[in-house]
């Protein structure tokens, strides 16, 4: 498997943004469809982006759309999130994700179950 170590997390007032990086060993990236999670406190986990290794195809939560972005970059096997207009509902822990064959049909994004490879989470607290 790929490992996956997240970084950029901080406190942040509404408003301000974040680029959250996701440094990847062990394996390239470029044949993997990476993504992004999260989870708040007494929340359940919910998919935030993602981008395919194919065509660079992306897709967001609609939560997030407009304010994120999700890139890439193979030849530093990393991916970012950039993360602009945030909210005080952005606040969670974000997890860096990898998987070789995701499923992007759900309207709800892709299952977390479809990433076998995790972060160990980095925190973003978003302040009002």
């Known amino acids: 498997q790929v490992q996956l170590v997240e970084s950029g997390g901080g406190l942040v007032q509404a408003g301000g943004s974040l680029r959250l990086s996701c440094a990847a060993s062990?394996?390239?990236?470029?044949?993997?469809?990476m993504g992004w999670f999260r989870q708040a406190p007494g929340k359940e986990r919910e998919f935030v982006a993602a981008?395919?290794?194919?065509?660079?195809?992306?897709y967001y939560a609609d939560s997030v759309k407009g304010r994120f972005t999700i890139s890439r970059d193979n030849a530093k096997n990393t991916v970012y999130l950039q993360m602009n207009s945030l909210k005080p509902e952005d606040t969670a822990v974000y997890y860096c994700?990898?998987?070789?064959?995701?499923?992007?049909?759900?309207?709800?994004?892709?299952?977390?179950?479809?990433?076998?490879?995790w972060g160990q989470g980095t925190q973003v607290t978003v302040s009002s």
């Open positions: 981008i395919t290794w194919n065509y660079d195809n992306t």
């Open positions: 062990g394996r390239t990236i470029s044949t993997y469809a």
């Open positions: 994700v990898a998987g070789r064959y995701i499923n992007f049909q759900s309207r709800r994004g892709p299952p977390s179950s479809d990433f076998d490879s």
